[in-house]
Antibody, heavy 123, light 107 residues
Framework: EVQLVESGGGLVEPGGSLRLSCVAS????????MNWVRQAPGRGLEWIAY????????SHADSVKGRFSVSRDNAGKSLHLQMNSLRVEDTAVYYC????????????????WGRGTMVTVSS | DIQMTQSPSTVSASVGDRVTITCRAS??????LAWFQQTPGKAPKFLIY???SLESGVPSRFSGSGFGTEFTLTISGLQPDDSGTYYC?????????FGQGTKVEIK
């Protein structure tokens, strides 16, 4: 079964750090770009980071650049998000999402999502 | 960043009705547009990509159209399972951005 399972969320104080993980199964992990997308309570969706499968390219949204860092472990079929200097506005459900890929090209949309992990930043 | 604007914010319709949701981009995204459905407490579900291509396993009552700056998602014959919030998303230009969502309610 194709599956993405996130972990690592929780309650943290402003300025604190947290590391999220996502473990993939059921597909050829190295063939896919992987992403983090978040959703603040009652709000819409915001893409925040990707890490490509092949050449190792990565990028972050401006809202998290310099504070968050995405990484991946192909052997462990996992994706990680190191979150530092957390702010109240980072409170959200964080989803791991697989990029839609076709004919060896991956695109900036998402055909598979995990169930998400909740991050709450509060004092 | 490309702004994506959906209308209406909420639509209430009866089972069997035809429902249309509009998504407008602040600049052309060609056909690099996707639609997602999200039900409460669940992750988004990928419905349509490249504006009009139906993802495998998605019922044929869902269809998408449009190019450039204006797009539509149509549900032909609304079913109870179709309630939820629908999001459009552009992937033509970085950063990829989503619309604010349209809530579909069943009367």
């Amino acid at each position: 079964e194709v599956q993405l399972v996130e972990s690592g969320g929780g309650l943290v104080e402003p300025g604190g750090s947290l590391r999220l993980s996502c473990v993939a199964s059921g597909f050829t992990y190295t063939s896919y770009t992987m992403n983090w997308v978040r959703q603040a309570p009652g709000r819409g969706l915001e893409w925040i980071a990707y890490f490509s499968g092949g050449p190792g390219a990565m990028s972050h949204a401006d809202s998290v650049k310099g504070r968050f860092s995405v990484s991946r472990d192909n052997a462990g079929k996992s994706l990680h998000l190191q979150m530092n200097s957390l702010r109240v506005e980072d409170t959200a459900v964080y989803y791991c999402a697989r990029s839609y890929c076709s004919d060896a090209t991956c695109y900036g949309t998402f055909d598979m999502w995990g169930r998400g992990t909740m991050v709450t930043v509060s004092s | 960043d490309i702004q994506m604007t959906q209308s209406p914010s909420t639509v209430s319709a009866s089972v069997g009705d035809r429902v249309t949701i509009t998504c407008r981009a602040s600049q052309s995204v060609r056909n690099w547009l996707a639609w997602f459905q999200q039900t409460p407490g669940k992750a988004p579900k990928f419905l349509i990509y490249k504006a009009s291509s139906l993802e495998s396993g998605v019922p044929s009552r869902f269809s998408g159209s449009g190019f450039g700056t204006e797009f539509t998602l149509t549900i032909s014959g609304l079913q109870p399972d179709d309630s939820g919030t629908y999001y459009c998303q552009q992937f033509d230009d970085f950063p990829w951005t989503f619309g604010q969502g349209t809530k579909v309610e069943i009367k």
